[in-house]
């Protein structure tokens, strides 16, 4: 599996950016998705997820009520639409996909076994 993210950037405060994660792989729709990102020196955390059936969706504390993740089976793609952004938003951000079809998506980067290259989000203030 290959997961290519895009849609990063440098945007001011208050601005909004839509990640996308193309996905190559044939049952796309079996996958959990989730966005994590990192900030320099520290560990990878998480922001949203949604399971395989797009039914279950769960976001960080942090995030919910600005970011949205939606998925595209068509398309092979996950999205995470990030509105009225904030400085401390700034991260690299990596989509991740698992296998597992349950009913939630899961918070913890070990369930994921295939990761993307990350790309790079600035909001400056």
């Known amino acids: 599996v290959q997961l290519v993210e895009s849609g990063g950037g440098l945007v001011q405060a208050g601005e909004s950016l839509r990640l996308s994660c193309a996905a190559s792989?044939?049952?796309?729709?079996?996958?959990?998705m989730g966005w994590f990102r990192e900030f320099p020196g520290k560990d990878r955390e998480f922001v949203a997820a949604?399971?395989?059936?797009?039914?279950?969706?769960d976001y960080a504390a942090s995030v919910k009520g600005r970011f949205t993740i939606s998925r595209d089976d068509a398309r092979n793609t996950v999205y995470l639409q990030m509105n009225s952004l904030k400085p401390e938003d700034t991260a690299v951000y990596y989509c991740?996909?698992?296998?597992?079809?349950?009913?939630?998506?899961?918070?913890?980067?070990?369930?994921?076994?295939?990761w993307g290259q990350g790309t790079q989000v600035t909001v400056s203030s």
């Open positions: 949604i399971n395989w059936s797009g039914g279950s969706t």
């Open positions: 991740a996909a698992d296998p597992v079809r349950g009913l939630y998506p899961p918070r913890s980067a070990v369930e994921y076994d295939h």
């Open positions: 792989v044939h049952t796309f729709s079996s996958y959990a």
